[in-house]
Protein backbone atom coordinates (compact mmCIF):
# COMPACT_ATOMS: atom_id res chain seq x y z
CA UNK A 1 0.00 0.00 0.00
CA UNK A 2 1.47 3.49 -1.00
CA UNK A 3 2.46 6.11 1.88
CA UNK A 4 3.91 9.05 0.99
CA UNK A 5 4.24 12.54 2.26
CA UNK A 6 4.42 15.00 -0.68
CA UNK A 7 5.35 18.36 1.13
CA UNK A 8 5.28 21.76 -0.51
CA UNK A 9 8.79 23.01 1.62
CA UNK A 10 10.95 21.23 4.35
CA UNK A 11 11.06 24.48 5.99
CA UNK A 12 8.92 27.57 6.90
CA UNK A 13 9.83 30.68 7.54
CA UNK A 14 11.48 31.65 10.86
CA UNK A 15 11.27 27.79 11.64
CA UNK A 16 14.32 25.20 11.31
CA UNK A 17 14.52 22.38 8.71
CA UNK A 18 11.73 19.92 8.72
CA UNK A 19 10.02 21.34 12.21
CA UNK A 20 6.44 21.60 11.15
CA UNK A 21 6.56 18.38 10.16
CA UNK A 22 8.37 16.26 12.60
CA UNK A 23 5.12 14.86 14.56
CA UNK A 24 3.81 13.77 11.19
CA UNK A 25 6.83 12.23 10.17
CA UNK A 26 7.09 10.40 13.79
CA UNK A 27 3.79 8.71 12.45
CA UNK A 28 4.81 8.29 9.15
CA UNK A 29 8.23 6.59 9.41
CA UNK A 30 6.69 5.19 13.29
CA UNK A 31 8.54 1.73 11.57
CA UNK A 32 11.47 3.22 10.61
CA UNK A 33 14.76 2.57 12.23
CA UNK A 34 17.31 3.73 9.26
CA UNK A 35 16.19 6.48 6.45
CA UNK A 36 17.25 6.64 3.20
CA UNK A 37 18.17 10.18 2.04
CA UNK A 38 18.05 11.15 -1.66
CA UNK A 39 20.51 13.97 -1.83
CA UNK A 40 20.56 14.63 -5.79
CA UNK A 41 18.52 18.25 -5.65
CA UNK A 42 21.48 19.61 -3.98
CA UNK A 43 19.90 22.68 -3.11
CA UNK A 44 22.86 25.79 -3.66
CA UNK A 45 24.57 23.34 -5.09
CA UNK A 46 25.62 22.27 -1.35
CA UNK A 47 27.49 18.40 -1.64
CA UNK A 48 25.38 15.08 -0.87
CA UNK A 49 27.56 14.79 2.57
CA UNK A 50 26.99 17.93 3.37
CA UNK A 51 22.63 17.65 2.57
CA UNK A 52 23.20 14.08 4.06
CA UNK A 53 24.14 15.72 7.33
CA UNK A 54 21.73 18.46 7.53
CA UNK A 55 19.28 15.45 7.19
CA UNK A 56 20.32 13.43 9.63
CA UNK A 57 20.57 16.25 12.09
CA UNK A 58 16.81 16.93 11.75
CA UNK A 59 15.76 13.28 11.89
CA UNK A 60 17.64 12.35 15.07
CA UNK A 61 15.21 14.21 17.25
CA UNK A 62 13.04 11.61 15.78
CA UNK A 63 15.23 8.72 16.87
CA UNK A 64 15.49 7.67 12.91
CA UNK A 65 18.69 7.55 11.50
CA UNK A 66 20.19 8.54 7.80
CA UNK A 67 22.21 7.31 5.08
CA UNK A 68 22.43 8.86 1.83
CA UNK A 69 22.27 6.88 -1.13
CA UNK A 70 25.76 7.90 -2.60
CA UNK A 71 26.99 6.16 0.20
CA UNK A 72 26.02 2.66 -1.22
CA UNK A 73 28.00 1.27 -3.90
CA UNK A 74 24.61 0.32 -5.61
CA UNK A 75 22.00 2.72 -5.43
CA UNK A 76 19.50 0.35 -6.76
CA UNK A 77 19.92 -2.45 -4.41
CA UNK A 78 19.91 0.25 -1.45
CA UNK A 79 16.52 1.72 -2.38
CA UNK A 80 14.99 -1.80 -2.48
CA UNK A 81 16.37 -2.52 0.71
CA UNK A 82 15.49 0.94 2.21
CA UNK A 83 12.93 0.87 5.22
CA UNK A 84 11.76 4.69 4.36
CA UNK A 85 12.94 7.22 1.84
CA UNK A 86 13.15 10.75 1.55
CA UNK A 87 14.18 12.58 -1.72
CA UNK A 88 15.14 16.75 -0.41
CA UNK A 89 14.43 19.67 -2.37
CA UNK A 90 17.01 21.92 -4.52
CA UNK A 91 16.81 22.09 -7.90
CA UNK A 92 14.51 19.77 -9.65
CA UNK A 93 16.18 19.26 -13.17
CA UNK A 94 19.61 18.24 -10.96
CA UNK A 95 17.17 16.10 -9.47
CA UNK A 96 15.57 14.29 -12.33
CA UNK A 97 19.13 13.86 -14.04
CA UNK A 98 20.81 12.37 -11.45
CA UNK A 99 17.80 9.95 -10.55
CA UNK A 100 18.04 8.78 -14.91
CA UNK A 101 21.76 8.77 -14.39
CA UNK A 102 21.86 6.94 -11.50
CA UNK A 103 19.20 4.28 -13.16
CA UNK A 104 17.13 4.70 -9.89
CA UNK A 105 13.81 5.67 -11.81
CA UNK A 106 12.26 2.17 -11.86
CA UNK A 107 13.75 1.03 -8.27
CA UNK A 108 12.11 3.99 -6.81
CA UNK A 109 8.98 3.49 -8.48
CA UNK A 110 8.74 -0.14 -7.57
CA UNK A 111 9.49 0.61 -3.94
CA UNK A 112 6.86 2.97 -2.87
CA UNK A 113 4.26 1.30 -5.11
CA UNK A 114 5.13 -1.60 -3.08
CA UNK A 115 4.20 0.27 0.53
CA UNK A 116 7.57 1.42 1.29
CA UNK A 117 6.88 5.09 3.01
CA UNK A 118 8.05 7.86 1.10
CA UNK A 119 8.89 11.64 2.11
CA UNK A 120 8.93 14.02 -0.80
CA UNK A 121 9.75 17.83 -0.08
CA UNK A 122 9.79 20.40 -2.58
CA UNK A 123 12.10 19.17 -5.91
CA UNK A 124 11.56 15.57 -4.08
CA UNK A 125 7.58 16.24 -4.09
CA UNK A 126 7.54 17.63 -7.76
CA UNK A 127 8.84 14.03 -8.63
CA UNK A 128 5.92 12.86 -7.47
CA UNK A 129 3.94 14.00 -10.23
CA UNK A 130 3.68 13.06 -13.13
CA UNK A 131 5.86 15.18 -14.73
CA UNK A 132 8.42 17.76 -13.89
CA UNK A 133 6.97 20.08 -16.32
CA UNK A 134 5.44 22.40 -13.05
CA UNK A 135 8.82 22.76 -11.48
CA UNK A 136 9.61 26.59 -10.51
CA UNK A 137 13.73 25.89 -10.87
CA UNK A 138 15.96 26.80 -13.23
CA UNK A 139 17.21 24.45 -15.80
CA UNK A 140 20.91 24.58 -14.82
CA UNK A 141 21.24 20.59 -16.38
CA UNK A 142 19.58 19.16 -19.17
CA UNK A 143 17.43 16.48 -18.09
CA UNK A 144 16.56 12.91 -20.54
CA UNK A 145 13.48 13.56 -19.67
CA UNK A 146 10.88 15.57 -17.93
CA UNK A 147 8.89 12.38 -17.33
CA UNK A 148 8.46 11.84 -13.41
CA UNK A 149 7.02 8.85 -10.73
CA UNK A 150 3.22 9.52 -11.41
CA UNK A 151 2.90 8.75 -7.94
CA UNK A 152 -0.12 10.64 -7.99
CA UNK A 153 -2.48 11.25 -11.37
CA UNK A 154 -1.15 15.20 -11.70
CA UNK A 155 1.13 17.69 -11.41
CA UNK A 156 2.30 19.24 -8.47
CA UNK A 157 3.60 22.98 -8.14
CA UNK A 158 5.18 23.35 -4.68
CA UNK A 159 5.72 26.59 -3.09
CA UNK A 160 3.14 27.73 -4.59
CA UNK A 161 2.99 31.44 -4.43
CA UNK A 162 -0.19 34.09 -5.19
CA UNK A 163 0.08 36.83 -7.35
CA UNK A 164 1.76 39.89 -5.56
CA UNK A 165 -0.81 42.50 -6.24
CA UNK A 166 1.65 45.46 -5.47
CA UNK A 167 4.52 44.38 -7.84
CA UNK A 168 5.41 45.81 -10.83
CA UNK A 169 7.38 43.20 -12.43
CA UNK A 170 6.71 42.29 -15.33
CA UNK A 171 8.08 38.53 -15.18
CA UNK A 172 4.86 36.07 -15.60
CA UNK A 173 3.11 35.05 -12.02
CA UNK A 174 3.13 31.99 -11.15
CA UNK A 175 -0.70 30.98 -12.55
CA UNK A 176 0.02 32.73 -15.69
CA UNK A 177 2.80 29.91 -15.93
CA UNK A 178 0.87 27.05 -15.00
CA UNK A 179 -2.15 28.73 -17.60
CA UNK A 180 0.55 28.18 -20.20
CA UNK A 181 1.43 24.86 -19.32
CA UNK A 182 -2.13 23.85 -19.55
CA UNK A 183 -1.85 25.27 -23.53
CA UNK A 184 0.02 22.03 -24.07
CA UNK A 185 -0.27 19.08 -21.16
CA UNK A 186 -3.73 18.10 -20.01
CA UNK A 187 -3.13 17.14 -16.39
CA UNK A 188 -4.25 18.83 -13.38
CA UNK A 189 -1.82 20.90 -11.49
CA UNK A 190 -1.92 21.00 -7.54
CA UNK A 191 -0.54 24.23 -5.93
CA UNK A 192 0.80 23.41 -2.63
CA UNK A 193 1.49 26.50 -0.47
CA UNK A 194 4.52 26.37 1.87
CA UNK A 195 2.68 24.89 5.00
CA UNK A 196 0.71 21.85 2.88
CA UNK A 197 1.16 18.69 1.89
CA UNK A 198 -0.81 15.70 0.85
CA UNK A 199 -0.61 12.21 2.66
CA UNK A 200 -0.91 9.46 0.09
CA UNK A 201 -2.36 6.05 2.10
CA UNK A 202 -2.89 3.67 -0.89
CA UNK A 203 -5.40 5.13 -3.11
CA UNK A 204 -6.75 7.68 -0.76
CA UNK A 205 -4.81 11.47 -1.08
CA UNK A 206 -5.66 14.20 1.43
CA UNK A 207 -5.06 17.90 1.68
CA UNK A 208 -2.91 18.39 4.94
CA UNK A 209 -1.83 21.58 6.78
CA UNK A 210 -3.78 24.20 7.94
CA UNK A 211 -3.69 26.14 4.50
CA UNK A 212 -5.70 25.73 1.04
CA UNK A 213 -4.32 24.54 -1.77
CA UNK A 214 -4.83 26.04 -5.44
CA UNK A 215 -6.20 23.09 -8.22
CA UNK A 216 -5.36 24.35 -11.76
CA UNK A 217 -6.98 22.23 -14.45
CA UNK A 218 -7.18 22.69 -18.11
CA UNK A 219 -10.12 25.15 -19.34
CA UNK A 220 -11.56 25.62 -16.01
CA UNK A 221 -11.27 28.74 -13.70
CA UNK A 222 -8.83 27.78 -10.52
CA UNK A 223 -10.11 26.30 -7.23
CA UNK A 224 -9.69 26.84 -3.91
CA UNK A 225 -9.48 23.46 -1.66
CA UNK A 226 -9.65 23.17 1.92
CA UNK A 227 -7.25 21.46 3.87
CA UNK A 228 -8.55 17.61 4.82
CA UNK A 229 -10.09 17.84 1.29
CA UNK A 230 -10.23 13.94 -0.65
CA UNK A 231 -8.13 14.62 -4.12
CA UNK A 232 -8.37 10.77 -4.49
CA UNK A 233 -10.18 11.37 -7.55
CA UNK A 234 -8.22 13.94 -9.20
CA UNK A 235 -6.24 13.29 -12.54
CA UNK B 1 28.35 42.73 -38.85
CA UNK B 2 26.41 41.51 -36.20
CA UNK B 3 23.43 44.22 -34.91
CA UNK B 4 21.44 42.93 -32.13
CA UNK B 5 18.91 44.68 -29.10
CA UNK B 6 18.62 42.18 -26.54
CA UNK B 7 16.48 43.22 -23.90
CA UNK B 8 15.07 42.56 -20.22
CA UNK B 9 11.50 42.79 -21.47
CA UNK B 10 9.52 44.40 -23.87
CA UNK B 11 6.63 46.40 -21.65
CA UNK B 12 7.96 48.16 -18.56
CA UNK B 13 5.21 48.22 -15.69
CA UNK B 14 2.66 51.19 -16.18
CA UNK B 15 3.64 51.22 -19.98
CA UNK B 16 2.59 49.84 -23.44
CA UNK B 17 4.14 47.23 -25.31
CA UNK B 18 7.50 47.87 -26.75
CA UNK B 19 6.65 51.48 -25.79
CA UNK B 20 10.22 52.43 -23.93
CA UNK B 21 12.19 51.09 -26.98
CA UNK B 22 10.12 52.15 -29.57
CA UNK B 23 12.79 55.39 -30.49
CA UNK B 24 15.93 53.30 -29.96
CA UNK B 25 14.41 50.40 -32.37
CA UNK B 26 13.33 53.53 -34.75
CA UNK B 27 17.35 53.58 -35.00
CA UNK B 28 18.12 49.92 -34.80
CA UNK B 29 15.91 48.98 -37.75
CA UNK B 30 16.23 52.52 -40.15
CA UNK B 31 16.78 50.41 -43.13
CA UNK B 32 13.94 47.82 -42.05
CA UNK B 33 10.54 48.47 -44.16
CA UNK B 34 9.27 44.94 -43.42
CA UNK B 35 10.09 43.37 -40.23
CA UNK B 36 10.23 39.45 -39.64
CA UNK B 37 8.21 38.26 -36.51
CA UNK B 38 9.12 34.98 -34.71
CA UNK B 39 5.96 34.19 -32.20
CA UNK B 40 6.81 31.11 -31.14
CA UNK B 41 7.05 31.82 -27.45
CA UNK B 42 3.16 32.32 -27.52
CA UNK B 43 3.02 33.97 -23.99
CA UNK B 44 -0.01 33.18 -21.89
CA UNK B 45 -0.62 30.78 -24.66
CA UNK B 46 -1.90 33.26 -27.04
CA UNK B 47 -1.76 32.01 -31.05
CA UNK B 48 0.71 33.45 -33.25
CA UNK B 49 -1.68 35.24 -35.22
CA UNK B 50 -2.86 37.22 -32.09
CA UNK B 51 0.96 37.90 -31.39
CA UNK B 52 1.55 39.15 -34.15
CA UNK B 53 -0.98 42.10 -34.40
CA UNK B 54 -0.13 42.93 -31.17
CA UNK B 55 3.74 43.32 -32.49
CA UNK B 56 2.05 44.87 -35.72
CA UNK B 57 0.76 47.65 -33.86
CA UNK B 58 3.89 48.66 -31.83
CA UNK B 59 5.57 48.26 -35.34
CA UNK B 60 2.70 50.76 -36.82
CA UNK B 61 3.95 53.66 -34.66
CA UNK B 62 7.63 54.16 -36.57
CA UNK B 63 6.39 52.72 -40.45
CA UNK B 64 7.69 49.31 -39.59
CA UNK B 65 5.59 46.69 -41.63
CA UNK B 66 5.19 43.14 -39.65
CA UNK B 67 4.66 39.65 -41.10
CA UNK B 68 4.76 36.82 -38.41
CA UNK B 69 7.47 33.37 -39.35
CA UNK B 70 3.66 31.22 -39.68
CA UNK B 71 2.38 33.18 -42.26
CA UNK B 72 5.14 31.82 -45.03
CA UNK B 73 5.43 28.42 -46.49
CA UNK B 74 9.24 28.41 -45.42
CA UNK B 75 10.24 29.84 -42.50
CA UNK B 76 14.00 29.21 -43.17
CA UNK B 77 13.68 31.05 -46.32
CA UNK B 78 11.42 33.77 -44.88
CA UNK B 79 14.41 34.15 -42.17
CA UNK B 80 17.05 34.49 -44.79
CA UNK B 81 15.30 36.68 -46.64
CA UNK B 82 14.48 39.07 -43.85
CA UNK B 83 15.41 42.60 -43.63
CA UNK B 84 14.87 42.57 -39.71
CA UNK B 85 13.90 39.87 -37.47
CA UNK B 86 12.63 40.20 -33.98
CA UNK B 87 11.90 36.87 -31.64
CA UNK B 88 9.20 37.86 -28.52
CA UNK B 89 9.09 36.88 -24.99
CA UNK B 90 7.22 34.46 -23.69
CA UNK B 91 7.71 30.52 -22.79
CA UNK B 92 11.32 30.01 -23.48
CA UNK B 93 11.15 25.94 -23.36
CA UNK B 94 8.25 26.60 -26.15
CA UNK B 95 10.47 29.17 -28.28
CA UNK B 96 13.25 26.91 -28.17
CA UNK B 97 11.38 23.75 -29.03
CA UNK B 98 9.64 25.27 -31.73
CA UNK B 99 12.58 26.54 -33.25
CA UNK B 100 14.49 23.29 -33.68
CA UNK B 101 10.95 21.64 -34.58
CA UNK B 102 11.13 24.03 -37.66
CA UNK B 103 14.29 23.56 -38.20
CA UNK B 104 15.45 27.40 -38.77
CA UNK B 105 17.91 27.91 -35.60
CA UNK B 106 20.72 27.52 -38.19
CA UNK B 107 18.68 29.97 -40.33
CA UNK B 108 19.00 32.18 -37.33
CA UNK B 109 22.29 32.37 -36.57
CA UNK B 110 23.29 32.92 -40.34
CA UNK B 111 21.52 35.69 -40.52
CA UNK B 112 22.21 37.29 -37.59
CA UNK B 113 25.70 36.92 -38.38
CA UNK B 114 25.91 38.36 -41.65
CA UNK B 115 24.35 41.66 -40.71
CA UNK B 116 20.06 41.47 -40.13
CA UNK B 117 19.45 43.29 -37.22
CA UNK B 118 18.10 41.70 -34.42
CA UNK B 119 15.95 42.43 -31.34
CA UNK B 120 14.50 39.90 -28.73
CA UNK B 121 12.88 40.60 -25.52
CA UNK B 122 12.73 38.32 -22.50
CA UNK B 123 12.90 34.92 -23.81
CA UNK B 124 13.93 35.64 -27.42
CA UNK B 125 16.62 37.63 -25.41
CA UNK B 126 17.59 34.30 -23.53
CA UNK B 127 18.12 32.35 -26.78
CA UNK B 128 20.56 34.68 -27.64
CA UNK B 129 22.87 33.48 -24.89
CA UNK B 130 25.09 30.32 -25.14
CA UNK B 131 21.88 28.06 -23.21
CA UNK B 132 18.34 28.70 -22.29
CA UNK B 133 19.88 27.63 -18.70
CA UNK B 134 19.22 30.59 -16.76
CA UNK B 135 15.44 31.32 -17.85
CA UNK B 136 12.80 31.80 -15.24
CA UNK B 137 10.39 29.88 -17.13
CA UNK B 138 8.19 26.72 -16.23
CA UNK B 139 9.54 24.01 -18.58
CA UNK B 140 5.77 23.62 -19.93
CA UNK B 141 7.43 21.45 -23.10
CA UNK B 142 10.34 19.47 -23.28
CA UNK B 143 12.80 20.91 -25.85
CA UNK B 144 15.35 18.74 -27.91
CA UNK B 145 18.49 20.74 -26.21
CA UNK B 146 19.13 23.84 -24.12
CA UNK B 147 22.11 25.05 -26.27
CA UNK B 148 21.11 28.34 -28.54
CA UNK B 149 22.35 30.95 -30.22
CA UNK B 150 25.07 32.13 -28.16
CA UNK B 151 25.38 36.06 -29.91
CA UNK B 152 26.94 37.06 -27.07
CA UNK B 153 29.12 34.52 -25.25
CA UNK B 154 27.78 34.31 -22.09
CA UNK B 155 24.26 33.74 -20.70
CA UNK B 156 21.48 36.07 -20.40
CA UNK B 157 18.60 36.20 -17.21
CA UNK B 158 16.04 38.52 -18.37
CA UNK B 159 13.37 40.58 -15.79
CA UNK B 160 16.64 39.97 -13.04
CA UNK B 161 14.76 40.14 -9.83
CA UNK B 162 16.58 41.69 -6.56
CA UNK B 163 15.89 39.75 -3.72
CA UNK B 164 12.91 40.62 -1.75
CA UNK B 165 14.22 41.61 1.91
CA UNK B 166 10.96 41.26 3.68
CA UNK B 167 9.65 38.11 1.67
CA UNK B 168 8.97 34.80 3.67
CA UNK B 169 8.54 32.88 1.13
CA UNK B 170 11.08 29.86 1.01
CA UNK B 171 11.38 29.02 -2.96
CA UNK B 172 14.76 30.05 -4.23
CA UNK B 173 15.52 33.69 -5.03
CA UNK B 174 17.18 34.50 -8.43
CA UNK B 175 20.65 35.37 -7.01
CA UNK B 176 20.22 31.39 -5.41
CA UNK B 177 19.20 29.87 -8.88
CA UNK B 178 22.08 31.57 -10.66
CA UNK B 179 24.62 30.43 -7.82
CA UNK B 180 23.30 26.31 -8.85
CA UNK B 181 23.54 27.27 -12.06
CA UNK B 182 27.28 27.72 -11.79
CA UNK B 183 28.01 24.76 -10.10
CA UNK B 184 27.38 22.71 -13.50
CA UNK B 185 28.03 25.86 -15.99
CA UNK B 186 31.27 28.03 -16.15
CA UNK B 187 29.98 30.83 -18.56
CA UNK B 188 28.87 34.04 -16.95
CA UNK B 189 25.46 35.33 -16.92
CA UNK B 190 24.34 38.81 -16.94
CA UNK B 191 21.05 39.30 -15.22
CA UNK B 192 19.41 42.58 -17.01
CA UNK B 193 17.10 43.96 -14.96
CA UNK B 194 13.42 45.38 -16.64
CA UNK B 195 14.17 48.42 -18.60
CA UNK B 196 17.92 47.26 -19.45
CA UNK B 197 19.08 46.10 -22.76
CA UNK B 198 22.74 45.36 -24.87
CA UNK B 199 23.33 46.68 -27.80
CA UNK B 200 25.70 44.55 -29.88
CA UNK B 201 27.28 46.11 -32.62
CA UNK B 202 29.71 43.85 -34.37
CA UNK B 203 32.16 43.06 -31.47
CA UNK B 204 31.02 45.80 -29.53
CA UNK B 205 28.50 44.65 -26.67
CA UNK B 206 27.09 47.92 -24.37
CA UNK B 207 24.65 47.90 -21.88
CA UNK B 208 22.14 50.44 -22.38
CA UNK B 209 19.16 52.08 -20.14
CA UNK B 210 18.99 53.33 -16.89
CA UNK B 211 19.70 50.66 -14.74
CA UNK B 212 22.75 48.46 -13.87
CA UNK B 213 22.71 44.49 -14.50
CA UNK B 214 24.36 42.40 -12.22
CA UNK B 215 27.09 40.02 -13.45
CA UNK B 216 27.03 36.37 -12.23
CA UNK B 217 30.73 34.71 -12.49
CA UNK B 218 31.71 31.37 -11.84
CA UNK B 219 33.27 31.06 -7.92
CA UNK B 220 33.36 35.03 -8.05
CA UNK B 221 31.20 37.65 -5.74
CA UNK B 222 27.98 39.40 -8.06
CA UNK B 223 29.14 42.74 -9.70
CA UNK B 224 26.62 45.50 -10.59
CA UNK B 225 27.61 46.84 -14.18
CA UNK B 226 26.99 50.45 -14.62
CA UNK B 227 24.93 51.61 -18.07
CA UNK B 228 27.21 52.01 -21.60
CA UNK B 229 29.44 49.43 -19.60
CA UNK B 230 31.64 47.72 -22.85
CA UNK B 231 30.94 43.93 -22.11
CA UNK B 232 32.54 43.26 -25.42
CA UNK B 233 34.97 40.68 -23.85
CA UNK B 234 32.81 39.24 -21.40
CA UNK B 235 32.87 35.36 -21.63
Redesign the interface.
Known amino acids: MKKLIIAS ?1 S ?4 GSYLDYLLPTLAIHFENVKNLLFIPYA ?4 ISHDTYTDKVREAFSKINITVKGIHEYENPIEAIAAAEGIFTGG ?2 T ?2 LVTQLYQAKVIDALEAAVKNGTPYLGTSAGSNICGLT ?11 PP ?2 KTLGFVSFNINP ?1 Y ?1 DPDVNS ?5 TRE ?10 PQPVLGLR ?1 GSWLEVSGNTITLKGALHARLFRQNQEPEEIAPESDLSNLK
Request: aromatic share 12%; proline share 5%.
Open positions: TTLHNRPGGGNFLMGTTNDMPIVYSFHLTHMGETRINEFHHFNE
